[in-house]
């Protein structure tokens, strides 16, 4: 109880304890406890491995008391109420918001799933870590640069067969939450308004924002997304990061021109005359919000974007400050249990295909599976069925061969919401600028 005082204190004077009236306001102090307490219990989650009793019972126990908040956020809504003699009267009631009241059941299992994964390694002993004080001949060299986790040795051969497809199951789970959880945190800030602050220092078109060479790319007839990411270098998450705020810009600049919320004469006409049409913005848009969406799913462990960053300080909503932080906590959760995952089939990868046997042969390195355009089609199509649910989304992106080796391997893990709807076909038109509320349509799941 004392801790519980301490702790919504702090959250009521904005994290300024010093009396001066210093504090950020409730909505971001909020965001931040959740993001700091997160840093906190998974901040060394090094190994795929369960975490501790101790840490598994502070995360739920004060995940639970940030998350209670969401409870005194309510709306009025239309109910029934009989009197003593039989006569029934409309009134007023209150419940919790409709965003709220979706979205964080379904983030509270998303979260229950994650730890369940990683219960599901407790007591393995197909692959084991070195201590920080082996020799370096015996860690090797890492295919990236993170020189600070542990490495990870699986036997002579490498894992056999069946530990290997049912790890390779493990991560297909997990990567499904991530894309549960970033589809939530995605619609989430797209609920947030834009701030003065940003559109302030946006520049007066989407071409000077863009640069010349990538506007002429985007506005070309035969503009294709996959192409267009394959003649940029993405080889740095700051060059992913420049990109996304380059076109997050334009995006932002061109919906504002075809809503006519400029005031700025520049940014709307030269002489009273639009320099490019409504349909041609409309279609430029379409097509850098389709970039975004592939860069958010091909790179989801970048940085968040300047416009990103904008919304989360200077939002005022309480409600969407929790949803922000939780679901992007544990995106950030999932995607550190995929690179665990990743370094395990790294290491067999590297036992069963030595470097000795072939100069040239580079070490092998596990990326995320490049996403596609039509992919991304794929998915909005999925997202606008008015019958579809959380286990459905979840499972959107599940391509053949994983189908194949989850039957080879059948289920591990009965959590439910793992049995998704089979990918349809393709959708014949983006259109990315379109939201698609389908969190509105999710199962009602017991937190």
Do not use: C
Not at 5 to 26: H, I, N, W
Not at 247 to 273: F, H, P, Q, Y
Not at 410 to 438: E, H, I, Q
């Amino acid at each position: 109880m004392e801790m519980l005082k301490e702790k919504f204190a702090k959250l009521l004077l904005g994290e300024d304890m010093s009396g001066r009236g210093t504090g950020v306001p409730s909505a971001l102090a909020l965001s931040n406890a959740i993001t700091n307490l997160a840093a906190s219990v998974w901040g060394e989650q090094y190994r795929l491995e369960p975490m501790s009793a101790e840490r598994k019972a502070r995360w739920r126990k004060e995940i639970d008391w940030l998350l209670s908040v969401t409870d005194y956020i309510v709306e009025f809504v239309a109910s029934q109420q009989t009197l003593e003699d039989g006569r029934t009267m409309e009134i007023m009631t209150t419940q919790q918001r409709k965003d709220l009241r979706m979205n964080i059941p379904a983030l509270r299992k998303l979260d229950a799933m994650l730890i369940g994964y990683l219960d599901n390694f407790k007591d393995q002993k197909e692959f084991w870590y070195l201590s920080r004080d082996a020799k370096d001949s015996e860690k090797g060299k890492r295919a990236d640069d993170k020189w600070w986790l542990p490495t990870v040795k699986v036997p002579e051969n490498g894992l056999p067969e069946e530990s290997r497809k049912w790890i390779q199951h493990q991560k297909e789970l997990v990567s499904q939450v991530l894309k549960a959880a970033m589809a939530i945190n995605a619609n989430v800030l797209i609920e947030m308004d834009i701030p003065e602050d940003y559109i302030e220092n946006l520049p007066k078109n989407g071409r000077s924002s863009l640069g010349d060479s990538l506007y002429k790319v985007i506005t070309d007839e035969g503009f294709d997304a996959d192409a267009f990411l394959e003649t940029l270098d993405l080889s740095t998450e700051h060059k992913i990061l420049d990109l996304k705020n380059r076109i997050e810009a334009s995006v932002v600049i061109w919906k504002r021109k075809m809503n006519n919320k400029d005031v700025k004469s520049s940014w709307v006409t030269v002489a009273g005359v639009s320099g490019v049409s409504q349909g041609k913005r409309e279609q430029f848009e379409d097509r850098a919000e389709t970039i975004l969406l592939i860069l958010k799913h091909r790179f989801p462990g970048i940085p968040q974007s300047a416009l990103d960053i904008s919304k989360i300080e200077l939002n005022k909503d309480v409600g969407l400050a929790i949803l922000e932080s939780y679901s992007r906590v544990l995106e950030s959760l999932a995607f550190t249990v995929i690179s665990r995952i990743e370094d395990v089939l790294r290491a067999d990868n590297l036992a069963r295909n030595p470097p000795e046997e072939d100069v040239k042969r580079k070490s092998p390195k596990i990326e995320p599976e490049p996403v596609k355009a039509e992919e991304v089609i794929q998915f909005q199509k999925l997202a606008s069925n008015d019958s579809m649910t959380l286990s459905d989304f979840m499972d959107w992106q599940m391509d053949q061969d994983a189908q194949e080796s989850n039957e080879d391997s059948g289920t591990v893990d009965n959590a439910p919401g793992l049995d998704g709807a089979k990918s349809g076909k393709k959708s014949p038109k983006v259109a990315p600028n379109k939201r698609y509320y389908y969190l509105d349509k999710l199962v009602n799941w017991d937190a």
